[in-house]
């Protein structure tokens, strides 16, 4: 289980990345709403989102990760602020997924389908700007249930990092389930998906199609800009949502929750802190 060295290294490690990582979040998003140009392609408009929610990630909820790496206790030590911590977890650790994968599916129809889909304001609207919208309004409406109204009794551990979580996951395993596969397992294989096929597009249209329908050259950093952020969070997402369903389907073991909770579940803290600085890769 988690030790005062292990929680040591990771606390120096985030808090040296902490401070470099907001003022590159905060330079990266001034960068973008300063200049009308960029400001007003659509291709940038999720991943400017995607930097919201990392910001204020590596801010707010990085913070109570430090405090209690710090301390080795959640403090302060009652019901309201692990539900408050648990709640702001697990909403931006999920809107970071789902974000994900709508940039992936939005670069199929920024490339392929721009003109069909969204071609006027009303088309981008809907297919643009909705979906985002919607999502988040979703989530924050699904997770002030599960954590604040869920009809069961939370057993807040203190000596845990997120206060061991809401008992709505275990209280109701379909409800546990569904969280994990809709906010995180099934968004993440459809990421693989889409993005394989999108690559797979690219090479059909380029070498086989006669007619070249797409400005490839236009298109490239489309194609080629959201890549390395994506292929980091994937990384930390898979592992930590791999062995969170196994936990939930089959039962957790002392070493699976040993590796989850001291290491697995701190990547998407890191990833967070380096998000800004892949993204001027």
Same mark, same amino acid.
């Given at each position: 289980m988690e030790t005062v060295e292990t929680r040591r290294m990771k606390f120096g490690t985030f808090v040296t990345l902490q401070p470099p990582s907001i003022i590159c979040y905060l330079v990266s998003i001034h960068y973008i709403l300063s200049h009308r140009g960029i400001r007003q392609a659509l291709h940038h408009h999720g991943p400017l989102v995607l930097l919201f929610v990392g910001l204020f990630t590596v801010t707010f909820d990085l913070s109570m990760i430090l405090d209690f790496l710090r301390t080795g206790v959640v403090t302060p030590s009652n019901d309201a602020y692990c539900s408050m911590w648990i709640f702001i977890d697990m909403l931006l650790y999920a809107l970071t997924c789902v974000l994900m994968l709508w940039i992936s599916i939005e670069r199929h129809i920024l490339i392929f389908h721009n003109q069909q889909l969204l !071609? =006027?304001?009303?088309?981008?609207?809907?297919?643009? /700007? #909705?979906p985002i919208a919607f999502y988040?309004?979703?989530?924050?409406? #699904?997770y002030v249930y599960v954590v604040f109204f869920y009809p069961c009794n939370n057993q807040y551990d203190y000596q845990v990092v997120v206060c061991n979580g809401a008992c709505f996951a275990f209280a109701n395993p379909i409800l546990g389930l569904y969280d994990q596969f809709a906010n995180l397992v099934v968004p993440y294989l459809l990421i693989t998906i889409v993005n394989v !096929?999108?690559?797979?597009?690219?090479?059909?249209?380029k070498h086989y199609r006669m007619?070249? =329908?797409?400005?490839?050259?236009?298109?490239?950093?489309? %194609?080629?800009?959201?890549?390395?952020?994506? %292929?980091? /969070?994937?990384? !930390?997402y898979l592992t930590y949502g791999s062995l969170q369903c196994y936990n939930m389907i089959h039962g957790p073991t002392d070493l699976s929750i040993t590796i989850q909770q001291v290491y697995f579940f701190y990547f998407f803290y890191l990833f967070g802190l380096l998000h800004p600085f892949i993204s001027l890769i």
């Open positions: !071609g =006027t304001k009303r088309k981008r609207l809907f297919v643009h /700007y #909705f988040f309004w979703i989530s924050l409406v #699904f !096929g999108l690559w797979l597009r690219i090479v059909w249209q007619r070249r =329908t797409v400005d490839w050259r236009h298109h490239r950093k489309i %194609i080629l800009q959201f890549a390395p952020v994506l %292929i980091v /969070y994937m990384f !930390g």
